[in-house]
């Protein structure tokens, strides 16, 4: 069982075995996907980082005379990623939002025994049975989300233009008057980030009941 | 999707909600210590009220019948059946409390005596049309209780509806803030109860524009019955995981019973600290952290009570991100329509208990150390994946609400630095709430297994049904 | 914007881990070990500074398809490290070895192939060697992690001010922000992961 990890980005590894003959299929497929903008995901603002990567079965590193060579049948299709919030709503979101589900049907279609990413019970039990336990895990801002991150960087620019717009000297009700605005205009992103880990609730049943192990 | 045919007639009251007619109530949590003190209960009962009953004039009582997972093993059920419940049914709210932010004064050590010790094994709903009839239930039943050896009776709370009434104003500084017509109310005042999701199959109150599921060629429909009712549909086309046999699960729904109590001087002096600091109403800043007014108005849309969404406010300006309404369905804020949310639904048939507590009067005036509150009652199919969801990423988190860690300003479980960010509108300035005590106590509660009348039939009369 | 903004680089390595070469796989143990020894703030990747998420585990067992029954496995256990950098994946090594050579030696250094050296050169050979390419990368953000954990604590720091002067009059809030003004301007520099 995967050890857990503190912070709002959970990891996953998902490595499912992949036939050889599909290869052709799947660089033009990754192909497509790397000149599209992914804007969905975008907006789904909850994936951090993500990769697919196919590895031949063939071309493991192999790098001792020594080592043996491995004599797999199927090419490994990796899949990793780190996201917010529990893995229930996360793998629902791929199969609930249309543009989302489409395009994981395309990058997994070619993996043995996908079912497709709906209907949902089929798909998460598909993706539980290929995640791989992490070992160790860091992540250079724990406390904070995606949006957490999409609010702060708007907020910064904003912040910059309010500072570089505000002399030493000013008048005080002047000053009075532009801070308000900057803070009615900068609202929407004020939500508290915090350094504290604790105030992020507990990792909820990061995997649906009926399929935990 | 063609609504499914729901025996009205085997699905208890209490999943359709009690209307006006029944304004009083009272809860028993009980305790029995053979499987047939537990049978001996089930008999005793009424002919349990279902949910076209409560239409039916003559009849003045109204009961309900609720399980937890420790009240159908002391009934002596076969341990297949009893393991077939989901895990989060089977540990119970108590064992679940870290993921509820059911902790510090809200930990279950701290709840009342009813909920400590042996434990509730089911819970007893009486609603009546009149206070009589209800005296006269209650005094037969109670009578019956005690006599009758090896049945517990761990607790019982009396509740009752209230309605806004000119002659007794629940404002904070603004008198013309009370509803004008004689809507249901919560205690700090507001309207209670109207936004509960449609459900496929049950009596439709209204059209489902705006609580319902938000289909792609932009019309709404009801929630799948699955989402609340076991055995039948839910939004994902599939059948919820419910305990086995199948008979068992039919029309039954898991329920959340929390008894809330509000502090309702609390809230008050709060409120009317920090619209004083802003310069604004303080009725007017209390509907912010609602997201409606008092007599149920939504922020977002005067002109209807329910057919509004968010996609037009994505900074929160008419009703902020962080407001209760919001968080605890977020309708279409999250994007993508209604699918991020329609999986996360609860069905909300709560009823208040204690007095209400006039404009400028302190709650210990009213019923001293009473208090009053909120019996907060939902049914899902999924504690997991519906209540503790909401409870855990919507009320107790602002993520999803791009409000980072703040929490529900009403019913969050409150840390530092506490905030609360209502976003100005032009007219109104920013209102940055800071160091929000906690209005909102847990006393008790737990989750339960409210069967179909058919299911408690077949409890009542011998294990394994 | 580019999906995938330059200033990123995806690091995916996958090194063997010997199970023949001594008795039991003491190897693998190890490793795991090794692993286990770090907790998510305790491990060297925290003092890397452009490391923004780093993973590591053992893939002893591939999963067979469903209903695969051909017993195909793996002859050699493999480790995998996955990351996500600002910059490039050398200079990311080279502050790895730097913080602590011993955590390299006992992971990647008890893989097959590594050599018996020292030195932070040998991790990057090792590492190119065993670096898998052509992956589909996503990011969020076009931001470094400098630029991620400055901007966090400004806002934390913004929405304190926000909730201090709320009420003040115009002078004590003009006040309050002028003491602000360096932290805002040039928020205190945060610890990878101390956030």
């Not at chain 2, 329910?306 to 279409?332: K, Y």
């Not at chain 3, 200033?7 to 063997?16: C, K, Q, V």
Request: charged share 20%; glycine share 10%.
């Amino acid at each position: 069982m995967q050890q857990s990890f503190e912070g709002k980005a959970t990891p996953m590894t998902v490595i499912t075995p992949m036939r050889p003959r599909w290869r052709p299929l799947v660089w033009a497929i990754l192909a497509v996907f790397r000149h599209l903008k992914l804007g969905v995901v975008k907006e789904l603002a909850f994936i951090h980082f993500a990769r697919w990567l196919l590895v031949k079965r063939g071309r493991l590193p192999h790098l001792s005379p020594r080592q043996p060579v491995e004599r797999l049948d199927d090419d490994w299709f990796v899949f990793t990623t780190n996201f917010n919030g529990p893995w229930d709503q996360y793998i629902d979101a791929f199969g609930m939002v249309g543009g989302v589900r489409g395009g994981l049907d395309w990058l997994w279609w070619t993996s043995r025994g996908f079912p497709g990413a709906w209907p949902m019970r089929p798909f998460k039990r598909y993706i539980r049975y290929f995640e791989y336990p992490l070992d160790l895990y860091c992540n250079a801002y724990p406390g904070a989300s995606v949006r957490d991150i999409a609010c702060a960087l708007e907020l910064s620019s904003r912040l910059d233009a309010f500072l570089a717009a505000t002399p030493p000297d000013e008048d005080a009700a002047a000053f009075a008057r532009r801070w308000c605005a900057f803070l009615d205009a900068v609202a929407p992103t004020l939500g508290d980030t915090g350094a504290q880990l604790q105030e992020i609730p507990s990792p909820h049943s990061k995997v649906p009941l009926e399929l935990r192990s | 999707m063609a609504a499914p045919v729901l025996d009205l007639t085997d699905i208890q009251a209490q999943f359709g909600g009690y209307d006006r007619h029944w304004p009083v109530g009272r809860f028993w949590y009980l305790r029995w210590e053979t499987p047939d003190a537990g049978r001996a209960l089930l008999a005793r009962l009424p002919p349990l009220a279902h949910c076209l009953h409560l239409d039916d004039s003559d009849t003045a009582i109204a009961v309900n019948v609720a399980f937890t997972h420790r009240g159908l093993a002391a009934l002596g059920l076969d341990p297949t059946m009893l393991d077939s419940f989901p895990e989060d049914f089977r540990q119970g709210m108590r064992a679940r409390a870290p993921l509820n932010g059911d902790t510090g004064p809200n930990d279950p050590q701290c709840w009342d005596d009813a909920w400590q010790g042996g434990g509730v094994h089911g819970w007893v709903g009486a609603y009546a049309r009149s206070a009589q009839a209800l005296e006269e239930f209650a005094r037969d039943f109670e009578t019956w209780l005690s006599a009758t050896p090896h049945l517990v009776r761990a607790g019982s709370e009396d509740v009752s509806r209230f309605y806004a009434d000119p002659a007794r104003p629940m404002h904070i500084d603004d008198p013309a803030s009370n509803p004008s017509r004689p809507v249901v109310l919560e205690h700090f005042g507001f309207r209670d109860g109207v936004s509960n999701p449609p459900v496929a199959g049950m009596p439709q109150d209204g059209p489902a524009t705006g609580i319902g599921m938000l289909n792609k060629d932009g019309s709404w429909s009801p929630l799948p019955a699955g989402e609340f009712l076991l055995g039948q549909v839910d939004a994902d086309g599939e059948v919820p995981p419910g305990p086995q046999p199948e008979s068992l699960a039919r029309n039954g729904s898991f329920m959340v019973l929390r008894k809330l109590e509000q502090d309702v001087d609390g809230f008050r002096a709060y409120v009317a600290g920090v619209a004083a600091g802003a310069g604004i109403g303080a009725d007017a800043l209390a509907a912010r952290f609602f997201g409606r007014h008092r007599d149920g108005t939504p922020l977002a849309d005067p002109s209807t009570l329910n057919g509004f969404t968010f996609g037009d406010d994505p900074q929160g300006r008419r009703c902020p991100l962080g407001a209760h309404l919001r968080r605890a369905n977020p309708r279409d804020s999250m994007g993508f329509g209604t699918v991020l949310v329609d999986r996360h639904r609860i069905l909300r048939n709560g009823i208040t208990y204690g007095q209400p507590v006039p404009h400028g009067v302190l709650q210990a005036e009213v019923n001293g150390d009473a208090g009053q509150g909120l019996m907060f009652i939902a049914f899902n199919t999924s504690f997991a994946g519906q209540f503790e969801f909401v409870t855990q990423q919507w009320l107790n988190f602002g993520n999803d609400q791009n409000q980072g860690n703040d929490r529900d300003p009403v019913v969050g479980v409150q840390v530092p630095p506490a905030r609360f960010v209502v976003p100005g509108d032009g007219l109104r300035p920013t209102v940055v709430c800071a160091g929000l005590p906690q209005f909102v106590r847990l006393r008790g509660g737990d989750y339960f297994f409210l069967p179909g009348i058919a299911a408690v039939a077949a409890l009542a009369s011998g294990p394994g049904g | 914007m580019s999906r995938v903004p330059k200033p990123h680089s995806f690091l995916t390595a996958l090194s063997p881990i010997d199970r023949q070469d001594d008795a039991g796989g003491a190897r693998l143990a190890a490793i795991r070990a090794a692993l286990a020894a770090h907790t998510q703030y305790g491990s060297p990747f925290r003092e890397c500074p452009t490391a923004h998420m780093v993973r590591m585990q053992v893939i002893d067992a591939l999963k067979p398809a469903m209903g695969d029954t051909s017993g195909v496995h793996l002859r050699s256990a493999w480790l995998l490290c996955v990351a996500e950098l600002d910059g490039g994946v050398d200079d990311f090594l080279d502050a790895l070895y730097r913080t602590d050579p011993d955590f390299v030696h006992a992971t990647w250094g008890q893989c097959t192939g590594y050599p018996p050296y020292r030195g932070a050169v040998f991790l990057r050979r090792y590492i190119a060697r065993c670096r898998m390419g052509g992956e589909l990368p996503y990011a969020a953000f076009p931001a470094s992690v400098a630029q991620v954990q400055a901007a966090i604590a400004r806002k934390e720091c913004l929405g304190a001010l926000a909730a201090a002067t709320q009420g003040l009059d115009d002078a004590a809030a003009q006040a309050a922000f002028r003491a602000a003004r360096g932290e805002l301007e040039r928020p205190t520099a945060t610890r990878p992961g101390g956030l």
